[in-house]
């Protein structure tokens, strides 16, 4: 089975309050996510479900995703991946998909970054915002026994205007 894990981009500035929930993406964020469809085709990035929090950045983000990857199914938004998720909140959001065999989860931190702690063992890894991570497992996915197959920095994703 392979879990990915695709932190939002970049979203306009928390004034606090509850508008957190309601931050849009920037539109730097959004063009750096539509340049990134390239760099996740050419890694053959074929989710079977994507499943998102749906706080208004990371729903934006997961939809960049479906069409720049041309999936036919929207993302599922799952109250289960609002910030504070743990790996366990993740798992059930997984299991109303048990069809899926691989599930791309669009996320916060350091919620991300811990359940793949949690899943592969690592003493530390961090998602940056747009970054993507792959964990694949022998079986079902499990603490400790998943493996970093490979983490995307979002940098790759950048398109400047005299880039060739």
């Given at each position: 089975?392979?879990?990915?894990?695709?932190?939002?981009?970049?979203?306009?500035?928390?004034?606090?309050?509850?508008?957190?929930?309601?931050?849009?993406?920037?539109?730097?964020?959004?063009?750096?996510?539509?340049?990134?469809?390239?760099?996740?085709?050419?890694?053959?990035?074929?989710?079977?479900?994507?499943?998102?929090?749906?706080l208004a950045r990371a729903r934006q983000t997961a939809e960049l995703l479906v069409a720049g990857l041309g999936l036919s199914a929207a993302p599922i938004i799952d109250e289960r991946l609002r910030p504070g998720a743990r790996w366990p909140d993740l798992a059930r959001a997984m299991a109303a998909h048990p069809a899926a065999r691989r599930v791309l989860f669009v996320g916060h931190e350091p919620d991300l970054s811990e359940a793949i702690r949690t899943l592969t063992g690592a003493g530390a890894i961090r998602l940056r915002k747009g970054g993507l991570a792959c964990v694949e497992f022998p079986g079902i996915p499990e603490p400790g026994a998943g493996e970093l197959a490979w983490l995307i920095d979002p940098d790759l994703y950048r398109h400047e205007p005299n880039d060739a």
């Amino acid at each position: 089975m392979i879990l990915y894990f695709l932190r939002h981009a970049e979203a306009g500035a928390h004034a606090g309050g509850p508008d957190d929930d309601t931050r849009d993406l920037t539109p730097a964020a959004s063009a750096a996510l539509r340049a990134a469809a390239t760099v996740w085709r050419r890694l053959n990035l074929r989710p079977d479900v994507v499943i998102s929090s749906p706080l208004a950045r990371a729903r934006q983000t997961a939809e960049l995703l479906v069409a720049g990857l041309g999936l036919s199914a929207a993302p599922i938004i799952d109250e289960r991946l609002r910030p504070g998720a743990r790996w366990p909140d993740l798992a059930r959001a997984m299991a109303a998909h048990p069809a899926a065999r691989r599930v791309l989860f669009v996320g916060h931190e350091p919620d991300l970054s811990e359940a793949i702690r949690t899943l592969t063992g690592a003493g530390a890894i961090r998602l940056r915002k747009g970054g993507l991570a792959c964990v694949e497992f022998p079986g079902i996915p499990e603490p400790g026994a998943g493996e970093l197959a490979w983490l995307i920095d979002p940098d790759l994703y950048r398109h400047e205007p005299n880039d060739a």
